[in-house]
């Protein structure tokens, strides 16, 4: 059965890097078939697409975050990362990662960083 | 790219049909077939309840149906139950292998 995990650091400093990670159970990363994806929803707020990336490597970034975001890819650990730069709170949200097969068909239970000094 | 527009609340009695319609624009949602709806109980990760724009996955109710008309879709939910109250939210593919997300609707049951 397929699961995913997010890990992060729960708090991050406004200017610093947010780094969550997502691991992967139950399916390999590397199959040709998916993307994997990170979404995030502030508090109270909708879901916001962030970006997807293949197991090449290869990724796709929201327009408006593409300058901040960066995905990467370990195949030997079956996880995935996201890095954003110049946090400020308004990057404050619970993070998602998912599948994706033209949609997102699994999701991991979201990890919620905060960003405040 | 902006997000798809959807009415932030919808409500309907038990028994009742509810729809949810999402707007886009002829560069996401009118222009392809990977629309796909989510429902998302508070505290809870979102679930994909309808993909490309009519399929249900495997364990979703048959009382959950969507369509598609030029660059809205939609989303009946059919004899609302009280579980059925939540939010939901479209979603399309929007060319260059990015995606956008609706704006989200708060489903009511009363």
């Known amino acids: 059965q397929l699961q995913l995990q997010e890990s992060g650091p729960g708090l991050v400093k406004p200017s610093e890097t947010l780094s969550v990670t997502c691991t992967v159970s139950g399916a390999s990363i590397t199959s040709s078939t998916y993307l994997w994806g990170w979404i995030r929803q502030p508090p109270g707020k909708g879901l916001e697409w962030i970006g997807n990336?293949?197991?090449?490597?290869?990724?796709y970034y929201n327009p408006s975050l593409k300058s901040r975001v960066t995905m990467s890819i370990d195949t030997s650990k079956n996880q995935f990362s996201l890095k954003l730069t110049s946090v400020t709170a308004a990057d404050t949200a619970l993070y998602f990662c998912a599948r994706l097969n033209w949609s997102h068909d699994s999701w991991g239970q979201g990890t919620l960083v905060t960003v405040s000094s | 790219q902006s997000a798809l527009t959807q009415p932030p609340s919808a409500s309907g009695s038990p028994g009742q049909s509810v729809t949810i319609s999402c707007t886009g624009t002829s560069s996401d949602v009118g222009a392809n077939n990977y629309v796909s709806w989510y429902q998302q109980h508070p505290g809870k990760a979102p679930k994909v309840m309808i993909y490309e724009v009519t399929k249900r996955p495997s364990g979703v109710p048959d009382r959950f149906s969507g369509s598609k008309s030029g660059n809205t879709a939609s989303l009946t939910v059919s004899g609302l139950q009280a579980e059925d109250e939540a939010d939901y939210y479209c979603s399309s593919y929007a060319a260059n292998k990015n995606y956008v997300f609706g704006t989200g609707t708060t489903v009511t049951v009363l």
């Open positions: 990336i293949y197991y090449s490597g290869t990724a």
